[in-house]
């Protein structure tokens, strides 16, 4: 076999390698939930039973991980009047399908009923709509056929132009990864019901958090949560008073 046969059939390797882990890395599909019991709870949601439909959801959710069941989730919430938690439910649900259009207009028409209540950010538009394991599906895929072509440009001097703009592609693509893999790794949380915020646990309080606030979480303790909300200073909140995103 020759060198570059070998190389060629080494990029196919690790190319198929990162469509194995990008698999293996998706978020489990609604083809492994019960179909029956998910239709019961959406019949108890239409008949006006969203505390029922809601408790179903869950229990769903307890199974597997879907975006639609999240979102079912979320509207069931909102109709109950949690609408803290169902922010939070239609984050999860975007997080596992952030290029789906619905699931975030339904999350901005709960954010407008809710006053539009501070957020702190997570990866940057456009990064927020690709999942990790779509970044790194791309970068080893790019990666291999860079360095096909990088071998063949020792010997090819017209291959030279391709390597350099497929290795800039790879350095682009390897900058965003690093860049939206920080952003989703800072613990984030959602406030449930609105929230004192005070200097120390149990102390003064020094501000408030409103329902459906996201927040950063910087630690916790059995007497609270330490958190930043957008452009406001750390401060501890009750236990109960949000629940983390991931």
Do not use: K
Request: with cysteine; hydrophobic share 50%.
């Amino acid at each position: 076999m020759s060198r570059a046969l070998r190389l060629a059939v080494a990029a196919c390797a690790v190319a198929s390698l990162a469509v194995t882990l990008g698999g293996s890395l998706a978020p489990a599909s609604g083809q492994d939930l019960p179909r029956e019991r998910w239709r019961a709870a959406n019949e108890a949601y239409r008949s006006g039973d969203p505390q029922g439909a809601a408790r179903a959801y869950r229990a769903l959710l307890a199974t597997a991980s879907d975006p639609l069941l999240e979102a079912d989730l979320a509207a069931a919430l909102w109709r109950s009047g949690n609408r803290g938690e169902a922010v939070l439910h239609y984050l999860r649900a975007v997080r596992l399908d952030p290029r789906n259009g619905v699931l975030r207009d339904d999350l901005a028409d709960l954010r407008v009923e809710l006053g539009d209540p501070p957020s702190t950010d997570g990866p940057p538009a456009p990064l927020d709509r690709v999942r990790p394991d779509e970044f790194l599906l791309a970068l080893l895929a790019l990666g291999a056929v860079a360095a096909f072509v990088g071998w063949r440009s020792r010997t090819e001097p017209g291959w030279r132009a391709a390597f350099g703009a497929l290795l800039a592609a790879v350095l682009l693509i390897a900058a965003a990864t690093v860049v939206a893999a920080r952003s989703r790794a800072e613990p984030r949380g959602v406030v449930l019901a609105g929230a004192r915020v005070a200097g120390r646990p149990g102390g003064v309080t020094i501000g408030s958090l409103p329902e459906g606030a996201v927040v950063r979480v910087l630690g916790r303790t059995a007497d609270g949560w330490r958190v930043r909300g957008a452009g406001a200073p750390p401060g501890w909140v009750a236990s109960d008073a949000i629940a983390p995103l991931d």
